[in-house]
């Protein structure tokens, strides 16, 4: 069965040797991955299959991890991974959303086969893709294991990306570009909400002429008017637009699951002067920030210059500014790890990716302008140009 690897063997055996070595320091012997990017991240496999349960085995003494899944998601991962045979095992359906039988109980047998049942068990346990009843499952299906917290093990190996993955993202940037203007040319007073977004989604799946893009983990961001006051709120889809309306996007491109994330502003007609003002503010603070950013300083000393920015302003962002990003799948395409906020004392390195997010919210609208960028060895750089203002229209 011919393969498609968006990676090499080398890459993916690197990614594994860092991820036991994290495992090594921690003190666990297995890891189990049930998050459907870090399982990506490891072994390649790409399916939209993480509705049932599926996963990954690493441990210390295997050079490869076991996958585990859907008997008929097998397929998937001959060809999509860089696993051989004996390492991918598919289960029946009988364990699929049932009620008298549980997948953790195929994975503790699996375990138990390869003499494994009495180890020391990782375990993302604050992750969306792993719940109480697995835990309470596999304490005990496996009397003779111990289980630990690993949660976001994997993610923190992710934070650092490598040249091949840094080449994906700048392909997502050159396809975010072309969906941030595209619905910045499309909003129109008169044009529905529904057609705009309708229009976004296609440039994310169409990409450019030379490669396509992939559905991003989070859906376009895009609310009006008085949506506009919260944050994550999408269309109104039985909406048009309106003279007077301030409209946010949050979009991105997304090649392989790698992202680009990126926000700005438009309004339609003569904005208010108090959004002029928080406009400037923003644009200028953001760039200075951007100018200060460099291996060696911490996530918390970026946000402290952001801050630093808004003295004497009248403007206020009391939320973080930013996070790391990278490979994703839904809900979200941060990774869960840095975040640019007081408190973390994270010392940024080269090969991080971060979305600088200064969103402000007000009362009855809200403003956004946010940066993704790639941490270099002598700063930082944007990874799209696009331009930093309020889009009047």
């Not at 840094?166 to 203007?181: D, H, K, L």
């Not at 919260?230 to 491109?253: C, I, K, N, W």
Request: proline fraction near 6%; charged fraction near 25%.
């Amino acid at each position: 069965m011919a393969k498609k690897q968006v990676f090499s063997e080398s890459e993916y055996r690197r990614r594994v040797r860092e991820t036991q070595e994290r495992m090594d320091h921690q003190g666990m012997e297995l890891l189990l991955v049930m998050d459907p990017a870090n399982m990506n991240y490891l072994t390649g496999y790409d399916g939209w299959s993480f509705y049932v349960h599926q996963g990954v085995i690493v441990s210390l003494t295997d050079e490869y991890p076991l996958w585990f899944g859907r008997e008929q998601d097998s397929n998937g991962a001959r060809l999509t991974s860089w696993l051989p045979e004996s390492h991918l095992h598919g289960y029946p359906d009988k364990y699929v959303q049932s009620r008298y039988i549980h997948t953790m109980q195929y994975v503790a047998g699996l375990l138990r086969d390869k003499g494994l049942g009495n180890k020391t068990l990782g375990l993302e346990m604050d992750g969306y893709w792993f719940n109480a009843k697995m835990f309470v499952e596999l304490d005990e299906q496996l009397p003779n294991a111990t289980l630990m917290d690993a949660t976001n093990l994997v993610n923190w190996v992710k934070t650092v990306k490598s040249p091949p993955e840094i080449e994906y993202m700048r392909q997502a940037s050159r396809i975010c570009n072309n969906v941030m203007q595209t619905a910045v040319e499309n909003i129109e007073v008169g044009v529905w909400e529904k057609d705009v977004a309708a229009k976004v989604v296609a440039a994310q799946i169409a990409g450019t002429d030379e490669y396509g893009g992939d559905a991003p983990a989070i859906f376009p961001i895009m609310p009006s008017a008085e949506r506009t006051s919260s944050a994550h709120l999408t269309f109104d889809p039985d909406r048009r637009y309106q003279s007077g309306d301030v409209v946010l996007l949050e979009l991105a491109g997304a090649r392989y699951h790698y992202h680009a994330p990126l926000s700005r502003t438009v309004f339609l007609g003569r904005p208010p002067e108090d959004l002029q003002k928080v406009a400037e503010v923003v644009v200028k603070g953001l760039n200075d920030t951007l100018s200060y950013i460099k291996p060696g300083v911490t996530a918390e000393e970026v946000e402290e210059r952001w801050r630093s920015n808004l003295k004497g302003t009248g403007v206020e962002k009391p939320s973080r500014v930013g996070y790391s990003y990278g490979l994703n799948f839904v809900p979200d395409w941060g990774e869960h790890t840095v975040s640019l906020r007081p408190g973390d004392k994270t010392v940024l390195q080269p090969g991080m990716t971060i979305h600088f997010m200064p969103g402000i919210w007000l009362d009855k609208y809200g403003f956004e302008n946010s940066e993704p960028f790639l941490v270099t060895e002598q700063g930082c750089e944007k990874f799209i140009d696009y331009p930093q203002q309020l889009f009047v229209k």
